[in-house]
């Protein structure tokens, strides 16, 4: 499953050449992956508050292609690449709204963890609907 989340370029978050500075990437990367699980019936609150464990970033890569600039609408494209046990991978892709021109792709690993910050398994309801997205990456 792919999903599409878009945000707009706020003033705050260019540098002084008027080109996003390059962390907020990371951001754009954790709205797209809570606005996916959110689109497919998971809600990451509720899995902290009910199920009692986290999904911690444990490892991330971002490719920068060309510059987001203020004011800009940008649509993130967030696909589960694996989830198995207590490892989750995410792609990202961030392009520019007006003519689908690829920005920045990403990629980022998680690790399923308790309160008690040590590694569990993931929910079954959260990992059998990770685990379909991945298989279908395209629905």
């Known amino acids: 499953m792919v ?9 705050a978050e260019t540098d002084q050449m008027g080109v996003v500075y390059h962390a907020n990437y990371l951001v754009w990367f954790e ?14 609150k509720q ?4 199920e009692d464990c ?13 510059p987001a600039r203020y004011d800009e609408e940008l649509i993130v494209q967030t696909t589960v690449m694996s989830a198995r046990g207590p490892v989750i991978r995410f792609a ?3 392009l520019r709204a007006e003519d689908r021109h690829l920005l920045c792709e990403g990629e980022t690993v998680h690790v399923v963890i308790g309160r008690d910050m040590k ?3 993931l929910p079954k309801k959260y990992a059998e609907i990770l685990d379909a997205a991945a298989s279908h990456p395209h629905n």
Do not use: F, P, W
């Open 3 to 11: 999903g599409e989340t878009r945000v707009r370029v706020r003033y």
């Open 31 to 44: 709205v797209g992956r809570v606005e996916l699980m959110r689109q497919h019936g998971l809600n990451y």
């Open 47 to 50: 899995l902290e508050i009910e």
């Open 54 to 66: 986290c999904i911690a970033v444990v490892d991330v890569t971002a490719r920068y292609k060309a």
């Open 92 to 94: 990202y892709k961030i």
């Open 119 to 121: 590694r569990r398994s």
